[in-house]
Each structure stands twice: as structure tokens, then as C-alpha cells.
């Protein structure tokens, strides 16, 4: 600035040279050069010295700026280095996050996986009821099975053995001693049952209403109303010539075939009697269902009524609901819904075993009527065979 301030002023004082300047004399014939080139000489040394100071005050200029340039470029540069290491750190930081956060994820995936839940242990004791159950329910159609199949085939300390008449009167003996109703007390032939009790053995309710058969009086009256409606007395025994006889020995093909068809309907009507029989302890995830259902509560289930409290529980239960909609994972949910499949295949198989019997009973169905429409042959003497 010094020096711009320096040519300025040159400049100045030159113009005001020239202006101050003397005029030269001119001569007569011509004018005088000598005061002119003396002029041109000192404004051209003039010119000459601003030209040189304005060159090296722009040099210099340029020169600063070059450098003010090159130390701003160099800065800007540092200041990119700077950003670039800055964003290597942000990043490398932001990995680390995220690899802490999916090892966290993946820690809690893990734990969820191998936690097991509430339900889980709700529904295995539930699932064993069940099990524990149909397999005393078995025991118990099985006795009551061998007990009626004696009783069809006439068997030794069976009424049907002494003939049919003594069967009938079995039979009407003990009706009278339970069941008594109003017709049979009015004609004196009993005493009237009381309310719950009257004709017992001919109410379907008697077998198909509880889901647990209350005592051993409950579990009677379903007996006897199975078998009133199966086969309320069985024919005589066929004893002595009834055997060895030709007549005796005829007719023991048919009477094996009505044994067989009465022990089948025996069997299914006993499988459903068995079904509602008091077999199992239930859980107390069943207990607490069926004081919501408002069955009494009892500690021994039967079959029927722990896979109905079971059911019910996951159907209808807030515990249950509540569980669900908690489980962390998908893994907890599909382990719900892989045992609730495990259920209902559970049912189907029972539903299967049933249908079988059911099959069986249509067979025997179909076979009565198929001898029903044979045709009937007179009796043929028997072919005697001589040798030639």
C-alpha cells in the first residue's frame, strides 16, 4: 500500500509539472526542440518510473496473494483430511453400535428361544391328563367288557345261565331295587326313587350328561342304562341237549353271532361310559378352568372332562390369551400352535378308534340283514357215503 501510495503521488506531481511548466520560446521561423525532448525525456523517465513501481507493487500483490491462496488451499486441504478422518471415526463408531446392537438382538433371540414359557409347562401337564386318563378309561371299558360278555354268553354265576325267565326276573329285581318309578309304586311293587334316581336306567342323562361320573352310584346308573339299552337280558345258556343235540348244535352258529354283534355294541357303549369315569388327577391349570366354568371342583377328572377343560382353557382362558399375546418370539407362538396340532391330532385319533367300532357295528348291521334276507331251506337228510 506504501508503494501504490508512492506511484500516486509521482503521477500527481508529474500532471502538475506539466501544467506548471513554462512554455518554450519559439522562434521566429520554427520552434525550439531542445525544451520539448527535454519534456518527453522526463515524462517517458517519468512514465518509466511508475510503469516499474505499478509492476512491482502488482508482482508483489500477486505474489501475496498467491500465498494467501496456497495457505487458503492448503488449509481447505487439511480441513478435507480432517473431515475424511472425522467421518473413518463417525463410521467405525456407527459399526461398532450396530454390532453391539445386533448381538444384543441376537443374545435376546437366543434366550427367547431356549425360555420356556409358562404355557408350555400348562399345556404338557394338560397333554398328560389326557393320556394318563385314556389309559384308565381303557382299564375301565375293558372290565366292564369281559363283565358283559360273560353275562351275554349265559356264563356260570351269570342269571342268563339258570334260563331266560330267571334272567328277567334279574333284571326287573334289580330295576325295582334302584329305579322304581310312579307306575311301579303305585302297583306296590316297589319303593318310589327318589327324584334323581327315578328310572335312572332308562335316561340317556344318566350316561352322557356328567363330564365325571359324581360316585359309584353315578357311575351304576350309567351302567345299567348301557345296558337297558343294549341288551336288557340275555337269552338263556345253552346247556346239556341244547349242545349236544342236532338242533342244539344248529343253532350254535347263530347264537356265537349274536354274541359277537351284542359284545360289540357292549364295547362302544362301554368306551363312551368309561370316557366320563373318574380316572385322573386333573392340573390346576384344569382346576382353575373348571371353578370359571362353574363345575364343581373336584381332584379326580375323567377322560371327558380333562380334554373338555383342556379345550376350553385355550379357547376361551384369559391366562391362556394373556400368554400368548406376551411371548417374545415367534418360536414361543409356533410351539402353541404345533401343540395345539398335537391336540387335535390326540382327538382324531380317538375319534378314529371310535369310528372303527362304529364301522364294525355297521358291518354287524349289514350282516343280520343280509341273513334276515337268505333264503330258507327245508331240512336234508345227511348223504351217506359207500365205498366202491
Same mark, same amino acid.
Given at each position: ?131 394318563v386318563a385314556a389309559h ?5 371299558? +375293558? !372290565? %366292564? ?6 353275562? /351275554?354268553? &349265559?356264563?356260570?354265576?351269570? $342269571?342268563?345261565?339258570? #334260563? ?71 337269552? +338263556? !345258556? %345253552?346247556?346239556g341237549s341244547a349242545l349236544?343235540? /342236532?338242533? &342244539?348244535?344248529?343253532?350254535? $352258529?347263530?347264537?356265537? #353271532? ?20 373318574g380316572t385322573v388327577t ?107
Amino acid at each position: 500500500m506504501k508503494r501504490l501510495r508512492g506511484v500516486l503521488l509521482a503521477s500527481a506531481c508529474f500532471a502538475a509539472g506539466m501544467m506548471l511548466a513554462p512554455r518554450p520560446a519559439y522562434a521566429l521561423f520554427g520552434i525550439d526542440e531542445g525544451p520539448i525532448i527535454a519534456a518527453i525525456t522526463a515524462l517517458q523517465s517519468a512514465m518509466n518510473s511508475v510503469v516499474t513501481t505499478t509492476k512491482n507493487v502488482l508482482n508483489e500483490s500477486l505474489g501475496l496473494i498467491n500465498g494467501s491462496l496456497g495457505d487458503g488451499f492448503t488449509q481447505i486441504s487439511n480441513y478435507m483430511k480432517a473431515q475424511v478422518g472425522a467421518q473413518e471415526q463417525i463410521s467405525d463408531a456407527n459399526n461398532l453400535v450396530q454390532a453391539r446392537l445386533a448381538r444384543d438382538v441376537r443374545n435376546a433371540q437366543i434366550r427367547d428361544d431356549h425360555a420356556v414359557n409358562r404355557q408350555d409347562c400348562l399345556n404338557l401337564e394338560g397333554g398328560q391328563s389326557a393320556v394318563v386318563a385314556a389309559h384308565n378309561a381303557m382299564d375301565v371299558a +375293558a !372290565a %366292564l367288557d369281559q363283565a358283559k360278555d360273560e353275562r /351275554t354268553r &349265559g356264563a356260570r354265576n351269570t $342269571p342268563s345261565w339258570a #334260563g331266560g325267565g330267571q334272567a328277567a326276573q334279574a333284571n326287573n329285581t334289580h330295576h325295582f331295587s334302584k329305579y322304581c318309578d310312579d307306575a311301579e309304586a303305585e302297583a306296590g311293587i316297589c319303593s318310589l326313587a327318589s327324584a334323581g334316581i327315578k328310572a335312572a336306567d332308562q335316561n340317556a342323562s344318566s350316561l352322557l350328561t356328567p363330564p365325571v361320573y359324581a360316585d359309584q352310584n353315578a357311575i351304576d346308573s350309567a351302567n345299567d342304562y348301557e345296558t337297558t339299552l343294549i341288551q336288557p337280558v340275555a337269552p +338263556a !345258556a %345253552l346247556r346239556g341237549s341244547a349242545l349236544n343235540t /342236532t338242533e &342244539g348244535q344248529q343253532s350254535l $352258529p347263530q347264537r356265537r #353271532g349274536y354274541n359277537a354283534a351284542i359284545s360289540l355294541a357292549h364295547r362302544i357303549g362301554d368306551d363312551v361310559l368309561s370316557w366320563h369315569t373318574g380316572t385322573v388327577t386333573l392340573s390346576a391349570a384344569q382346576k382353575a378352568e373348571a371353578q370359571r366354568e362353574g363345575i364343581t371342583q373336584t381332584d379326580t377328572g375323567s377322560q371327558w372332562e380333562a380334554t373338555e377343560l383342556e379345550v376350553n382353557r385355550k379357547y376361551a382362558g384369559t391366562d391362556w390369551q394373556g400368554d400368548l399375546q406376551a411371548m417374545p418370539g415367534d418360536k414361543s407362538v409356533l410351539i402353541q400352535i404345533a401343540l395345539l396340532d398335537a391336540q387335535r391330532n390326540w382327538l382324531m385319533w380317538q375319534q378314529l378308534k371310535l369310528e372303527q367300532a362304529r364301522a364294525l357295528a355297521e358291518a354287524a348291521r349289514l350282516s343280520i340283514a343280509a341273513e334276515q334276507r337268505r333264503p330258507r331251506t327245508s331240512p336234508m337228510p345227511v348223504p351217506s357215503t359207500s365205498s366202491n
